[in-house]
């Protein structure tokens, strides 16, 4: 678990701590808390359209993915984020400033690196995952055991 604290931008605290903890491989599967700056995207099939709120949002769900592009920290998420009149907002997490804190599980998978190639077609960079053995890019993981 990682406790983010008033201030701190989630991209900036995931890529530092990411790079001195050598983390080439993580899920983020979950995030809670509060932003008091957030910027949203919604992929349009060529660009973000971007929305960005500058008052109190709950953080109400974050998930995504930490790999390595130029031996450095990629790190991608989406949020969800529950805005003042009970409705709520989500898509590609774009910035993030933690108002009164952040929780965030990550998970590592010590040994392993996971990219992101880029893809010429829609022009973003897709997660790359360890080859299976059998010569071709692992497309799920699997619990150890699990057939």
Same mark, same amino acid.
């Given at each position: ?43 349009? /099939? %060529?660009?973000?359209?971007? &929305? ?6 709950? @953080? =109400? ?5 930490? +790999? ?22 989500? /898509? %590609?997490?774009?910035?993030? &400033? ?6 965030? @599980? =990550? ?5 392993? +690196? ?28 699997? &619990?150890?055991?699990?057939?």
């Amino acid at each position: 678990m990682l406790r983010l604290e008033t201030g701190e931008e989630v991209f900036e605290e995931l890529v530092g701590w990411a790079r001195t903890e050598r983390i080439r491989a993580a899920a983020v599967p979950m995030g809670l808390g509060q932003f008091t700056r957030a910027t949203i995207g919604f992929w349009t /099939g %060529h660009d973000y359209d971007r &929305r960005t709120v500058e008052e109190p949002v709950e @953080l =109400v769900g974050l998930s995504g993915s930490i +790999a390595e592009v130029d031996d450095a920290p990629s790190v991608h998420l989406h949020a969800t984020l529950g805005l003042p009149d009970h409705s709520t907002l989500s /898509g %590609h997490l774009i910035e993030g &400033r933690v108002g009164l804190l952040a929780e965030l @599980l =990550v998970v590592t998978f010590p040994r392993q +690196a996971f990219g992101r190639r880029l893809d010429p077609e829609s022009g973003l960079r897709r997660l790359e995952l360890p080859a299976t053995g059998r010569g071709r890019e692992r497309r799920t993981a699997r &619990r150890r055991g699990a057939r």
